[in-house]
């Protein structure tokens, strides 16, 4: 079992910028990849961006690759989420999630979560 615990949600003003954190804990000698979702009120949860152990590999939904930065701590079980130029679309609840059998970007294959941290973007 992978214990996920995701943070740094809040409510900020379009054009800022947020840190989200998620710290594995448990069975991590899988080592495995790691992702962030979001889902906002009404819609499916979509895929955000996801991280190999390593750090090597990312990936990144287009709508946020050049404003989104995924990262991992020097201890690996931490990954972050850096969020610059907010919009108002941006606002969802994100979620942390490991382990994914097969897809890195479907949510459907994920193993495990995180209890989700909610990010509101006024405008």
């Known amino acids: 079992q992978v214990q996920l615990v995701d943070s740094g949600g809040g409510l900020v003003q379009a054009g800022d910028s947020l840190r989200l954190s998620c710290a594995a804990s448990?069975?991590?000698?899988?080592?495995?990849?790691m992702g962030w979702f979001r889902q906002a009120p009404g819609k499916e949860r979509e895929f955000v961006a996801s991280?190999?152990?390593?750090?090597?590999?990312?990936y990144y939904e287009d709508s946020v690759k050049d404003r989104f930065t995924i990262s991992r701590g020097n201890n690996k079980s931490t990954i972050f989420l850096h969020m610059f130029g907010l919009r108002s679309e941006d606002t969802a609840a994100y979620y942390c999630?490991?382990?994914?059998?097969?897809?890195?970007?479907?949510?459907?294959?994920?193993?495990?979560w995180g209890q989700g941290t909610q990010v509101t973007v006024s405008s």
């Open positions: 991280i190999s152990w390593s750090g090597l590999t990312t």
């Open positions: 448990g069975r991590t000698s899988t080592e495995p990849h």
């Open positions: 999630a490991a382990e994914p059998a097969g897809a890195y970007d479907d949510y459907e294959k994920y193993k495990y």
